[in-house]
């Protein structure tokens, strides 16, 4: 399997709300890096949770695939869109955000670094601020977010 293919594989999963698929297609000590939001998830107990948290949070949840640029050394960028109506809550490092009922066409770009035919670091890059503005709450976002225990990333 080429590494573009393997990181196709691995979004297809995510799709699918394939949990375990998802995991094994990490090193034990990979990481995923939601760069929209600044919190690390490392090895196989956290990397499950930002595909966990969005699937819950928009039940239609997709990944539009763009373009996937494959080099030779084990790094696979991707241009894609995330896409779905946010009906679930939302959890995101400031607290919970309730169901707007809104759709989110958003604009990512992730970048995969692959060690040993596995993920090894994922640098996912959604638009936060394209996210928000779409949900409706970017203008305030304090008003309409609940309060929540800390997660531990």
Known sequence: MTNEEFVRRAYGLAEVK???GWIDCFNPDGVFVDESVAVTYTGHD???FPVENYGGA????HREL???YASGDD???VELALQ????GPLWLPQGILPPTGNRMDAPCCDVFKLKDGRIQLFDCYPSGSVILGQLGVLGNLDAVLEPHEAHSA
């Open 18 to 20: 394939d949990i375990a």
């Open 66 to 68: 763009y373009d996937v």
């Open 58 to 61: 928009f039940s239609d949840m």
């Open 84 to 87: 779905g109506t946010h009906d």
């Open 46 to 48: 956290e990397v499950a």
């Open 75 to 77: 790094v696979v960028a």
